[in-house]
């Protein structure tokens, strides 16, 4: 399974962003699909989760903010940041599980696609 993310950039503090994560090779509609982000000289940590029934899962911090989606027939997933800090900024991740977890971290994760930058100016 390939996983291509897409979308970051720059924005100002209090802007939005939108990431995709398209995948290819192997149909995601049975994986529960993931967000991570690695903030600079910090650990790899979990954003949300989405899995293939539809239920999402929210890091704390991010519940309000931060809304997975996902459109099996496009074998995509969507991470959608509204009220984005400068603590938001980091390379952002998506990754597949498809052993039907319940709970995701970075050794749980099946496949992983290349991050996207996002960096968030205060």
């Known amino acids: 399974v390939q996983l291509v993310v897409s979308g970051g950039g720059f924005v100002q503090a209090g802007g939005s962003l939108s990431l995709s994560c398209a995948a290819s090779?192997?149909?995601?509609?049975?994986?529960?699909m993931c967000w991570f982000r690695q903030a600079p000289g910090k650990d790899r940590v979990f954003v949300s989760s989405i899995t293939s029934s539809g239920s999402t899962f929210y890091a704390d911090s991010l519940k309000g903010r931060f809304t997975i989606s996902r459109d099996n027939a496009k074998n995509m997933v969507y991470l959608q940041m509204n009220s984005l800090n400068a603590q938001d900024t980091a390379v952002y991740y998506c990754?597949?599980?498809?052993?039907?977890?319940?709970?995701?971290?970075?050794?749980?994760?099946?496949?992983w696609g290349k991050g996207t930058l996002v960096t968030v100016s205060s």
């Open positions: 090779g192997r149909t995601t509609s049975s994986a529960s």
């Open positions: 990754a597949a599980d498809y052993l039907g977890r319940t709970r995701w971290s970075v050794d749980r994760m099946t496949y």
